[in-house]
């Protein structure tokens, strides 16, 4: 595949498509087409415990239904093939290796259930609420940081979660195609985050950075609570020596009480909204 513009669609079947990610991905396939350029559907399945093949199903056939089409991805095949990641376990560990040969990252005992406690306590940090649609979250104490070096000497990553270590203080910028400038300062509005889990599964800012910079991705359109996702992610680009893609997030759609709609929202389902006799045309009125 050649050509100036390469994007993506990457759905991940934790449940049924909604309004909102209907939106985001008509965005997604509009920005490519109008740059007449390629785009790729990528099955974000590597959490095979959440991850259900009939979602995985149901989301390329509720993205047809829309009359979005594609250019590579797991129905169709491709040059980088292949387009689940859960079958590109490989790739991840190499790049884990690459990070963990360079001392970006380090093994940690400590799991999500004791950062949410350290955070109710007070004795972790919240991150601020970011006014484009971002929810706070929990930020890694220093404290249990280990020291430089820890780790290092590991063949794999075994039974730990790996964390990326932050440059504390370090403002991550970047233009976003709809919100425009875009910053966050690592060790406030994020602290160390996961790259690996103890339970041998690649996290999704590890996942998508490899998949991205392998598939050549120009233009990453997602939605806006990712924003903080963006700024971590580029740290990962920059550890790997690899250039980033442009960034488009979208605004989330929310429902009449104001709340953003969910995967639960079975009733804003596109699989319900089409098995109650709605089209595609109706969902663009």
């Known amino acids: 595949m050649v050509g100036d513009y390469i994007g993506r669609l990457a759905p991940t079947p934790t449940g049924r498509l909604h309004l909102g990610h209907a939106r985001t991905f008509h965005t997604a396939w509009k920005r490519a087409r109008e740059a007449n350029g390629v ?102 104490p220093e404290s249990w940081r280990p020291e430089k070096g820890i780790g290092q000497d590991a063949t794999e990553p075994g039974d730990f979660n790996w964390r990326f270590r932050v440059p ?40 998508v950075v490899v998949d991205d910079i392998a598939m050549g991705i120009t233009e990453v359109v997602r939605g806006a609570d990712l924003l903080r996702s963006t700024a971590r992610q580029l740290l990962i680009y920059r550890a790997l020596s690899a250039k980033p893609p442009a960034f488009y997030h979208c605004p989330l759609v929310r429902d009449e009480s104001g709340q953003r709609l969910a995967k639960r929202s079975e009733s804003l389902s596109l699989q319900a909204l089409r098995e109650s006799g709605k089209t595609a045309s109706d969902l663009q009125a």
């Not at 425009?180 to 103890?198: N, P």
Request: proline content about 4%; charged content about 30%; aromatic content about 14%.
């Open 39 to 140: 785009l790729i559907y990528r099955d974000e399945d590597i959490d095979t415990l959440r991850c259900k093949a009939e979602f995985s199903q149901g989301a390329m056939k509720d993205l047809r239904w829309l009359g979005l089409n594609w250019d590579a991805g797991p129905d169709i095949g491709g040059p980088n093939a292949p387009y689940q990641q859960s079958q590109r376990t490989e790739r991840y560990l190499d790049a884990w290796h690459r990070l963990k040969n360079g001392g970006w990252i380090y093994p940690s005992t400590h799991s999500r259930k004791q950062l949410r406690e350290a955070t109710e306590s007070g004795f972790a940090r919240q991150s601020p609420i970011n006014e484009d649609e971002q929810d706070s979250e929990a930020i890694f």
């Open 168 to 207: 504390d203080g370090e403002v991550i910028t970047f233009e976003d195609g709809y919100f425009a400038t875009q910053s966050f300062t690592a060790g406030e509005d994020f602290g160390d985050f996961l790259v690996w889990r103890r339970d041998g599964v690649p996290a999704y800012e590890l996942a």
